[in-house]
């Protein structure tokens, strides 16, 4: 902080100046080694005695790679060590001037790990009503308008995608797909890469430079014709853009907040869609409730699936009291006896559950375990969150604070918890409760290497795994057939997360999640724990009435003027004087 100052007292002085600097950086090329046969007069004495004085056994491994590197010409190391010649060998041909290698660059391939059987595509009339909705968008007069397809889990929302892909290549332009996360990239990169081989591109942070730079060069050269990614995606580099789809919209991984630039990947989208005249396709089984409002007042156009494909059932949704289940055992138990019952009746028949723990691990607030009371800021109503180190409740908006209790306010029991359960220790006491249950988890500790994703969603998909175990990151359009139970642990911890949107963030991942469920020929189920099933959004979220919770939560926010009634902006004072960055920010407070 104090060279932060520092550094802005001499840029005031104008003895120093700032400038952004683009970071330095060179193609990096995927290179491979080649090997060709030299002529004999580059061999050195002892190898032209020994390979060219007749057939000697001792060399015969020798002798066959000359024959055939005479047959094919140079080859690469990969080829000649399929054809069972060892890089052993290679290097003393090499060494001996019989053979000599070099670098070749090559263009990376991009694939993934993960692979599933693709189906021709045949459209519902409510898919191809909204393709032919958006069509004449897309064709020689191409428009700029934004499309809201509201489809709920199963509707069939990617198929569509890929019909408007298809009809965008047609016309010799290209296409962005923003995913919210990269968990999603395998899968999504799969269906795509099926009906456009060749034609897709995936760009997200865990490719290396390399691979990156070579990728954005294809885009720009047009070579391919779809770019598949998180939210950077939204700026790669096409000349000829003809249609952006967003899928899970709502998803707040759009938005960079930690790192420059900051932005919001819809927002870009949306503006790029406007300078290009293109459409753009918000997509989401649980829209955000500003693209709803945006949607409703008329500045979007508004589309909503209402069945699943086929015909399939919704999953049936069942609440669990974690009061009642308190107070039956007498201690705080990770699983209800409920979900337990239902996990071992899946394990049985082998089918396949998944578990989503809504955070990593922390719980930021604290709760009764007696009565599930959580206290909220008397002014803003958020929840307040739980700082050890003061042994206070704070309100991170209004820097309301308050003493931590010892005893509930609301019916005196004195059994409060303080923090919450991990994704790792639900997999030990899994694996206790179903020694011969076979796991997987994923979250940041399991997925920090580049094909990590695809791995254990590869491993799932093939029913090597009875249950999946994760983070938010399992509740975002996966789709496995044999899935038919999903078990909430516990729905309370982002519920009661200090962020307006707290309940709308729930809500969406509880719809999600659950839509994860009986997407095959299965009927599908989601068990829920809970400390406080009388919220309402349970009430909405068990007859999947999205747009009544969205007038129930609209209401709230236009009582409290939160977006999008308003919008909410964060200003940082820094310094390194407590007095004079009071005094500022009071300043700043006043003028605002």
């Known amino acids: 902080t104090r060279l932060l100052y520092r550094v802005h007292k001499l840029k005031k002085l104008q003895l120093i100046e700032s400038r952004y600097l683009p970071p330095a950086s060179r193609k990096v090329y995927k290179t491979v080694d080649r ?9 050195s004495e002892k190898a032209r005695e020994k ?6 056994p001792r060399y015969q491994n020798a002798l066959l790679l000359l024959a055939h590197l005479r047959t094919h ?25 019989v053979l000599s290698r070099s670098e070749q660059n090559v263009e990376r391939q991009q694939h993934t790990a993960y692979a599933e059987r693709q189906k021709e595509i045949i459209l519902t009339d409510a898919q191809a009503a909204f393709v032919e909705m958006v069509a004449p968008f897309i064709g020689e007069k191409p428009a700029h308008q934004t499309f809201l397809l509201h489809g709920i889990t199963g509707s069939g929302k990617t198929q569509i995608y890929i019909e408007l892909i298809q009809r965008v290549l047609q016309e010799n332009k290209q296409a962005i797909v923003l995913i919210p996360e990269i968990v999603l990239t395998p899968q999504t990169m799969a269906r795509f890469y099926h009906y456009f081989p060749e034609q897709v ?5 865990r490719i290396s430079a390399g691979e990156r730079l070579e990728v954005l060069q294809k885009v720009r050269e047009g070579k391919v014709g779809v770019v598949i990614g998180p939210r950077s995606a939204v700026f790669a580099p096409f000349r000829n853009l003809g249609i952006i789809i967003i899928d899970e919209e709502h998803e707040g991984s759009y938005k960079q907040s930690d790192a420059l630039p900051r932005y919001h990947a819809r927002e870009v989208a949306l503006y790029r869609a ?14 955000s409730l500003e693209s709803l409002y945006n949607a409703k ?36 138990q990770m699983f209800s006896e409920n979900l337990l019952l239902k996990l071992e009746a899946r394990l049985l028949v082998k089918e396949q559950v998944m578990l989503l723990q809504n955070r990593r691990g922390f719980s ?3 709760q009764c375990q007696e009565c599930g009371y959580v206290e909220h800021c008397p002014n803003c109503d958020i929840t307040l969150t739980y700082h050890a180190a003061g042994r206070n409740l704070r309100c991170h908006y209004c820097g309301y604070a308050t003493p931590a209790p010892d005893l509930c306010p609301q019916c005196k029991g004195f059994h409060i918890l303080y923090k919450g359960v991990g994704t790792q220790k639900i997999e030990e006491e899994a694996q206790a409760r179903f020694p011969h249950a076979r796991l997987l988890r994923m979250d940041q500790d399991t997925t920090r290497r580049k094909d990590d994703h695809s791995r ?14 994760g983070t938010k990151m399992i509740a975002k359009g996966l789709d496995f057939e044999r899935v038919t139970l999903v078990g909430i642990m516990n729905a309370d911890q982002g519920l009661q997360f200090p962020d307006f949107r707290a309940t709308e963030k729930v809500f969406q991942l509880l719809v999600q999640a659950a839509g994860r469920a009986g997407r095959g020929g299965y009927s599908g189920e989601v068990v829920i724990q809970t400390f406080d099933p009388q919220h309402y959004i349970f009430k909405f979220l068990n007859s999947h009435d999205y747009n009544r919770f969205y007038e129930r939560e609209m209401e709230t926010r236009k009582g409290l003027n939160y977006p999008p009634f308003s919008r909410l902006c964060l200003v940082r004072v820094i310094g390194d004087a407590e007095d004079r960055v009071y005094h500022y920010a009071q300043e700043i407070a006043k003028y605002l």
Request: glycine share 6%; no cysteine.
């Open 35 to 43: 090997f060709a046969l030299n002529p004999p007069a580059q061999w």
């Open 51 to 56: 390979y060219l004085s007749g057939d000697n």
């Open 73 to 97: 010409g140079a080859s690469d190391r990969e080829s000649l060590r399929s054809a069972n010649f060892n890089a052993a060998l290679l290097k003393r041909l090499s060494d001996e001037g």
């Open 201 to 205: 591109a995936v760009v997200h942070s």
């Open 274 to 287: 406007y300078l290009n005249k293109i459409p753009v396709v918000l997509g989401s089984a649980t829209p």
């Open 297 to 332: 007042t008329g500045k979007y156009t508004y589309y909503h699936l209402d069945s699943r494909v086929s015909d399939r059932n919704l999953p049936r949704i069942q609440l669990v009291d974690f009061k009642e289940e308190w107070r039956k055992s007498g201690e705080f």
């Open 364 to 366: 930021p607030y604290i």
């Open 456 to 469: 254990i969603l590869e491993k799932f998909r093939r029913y090597q795994a009875d249950v999946l175990i």
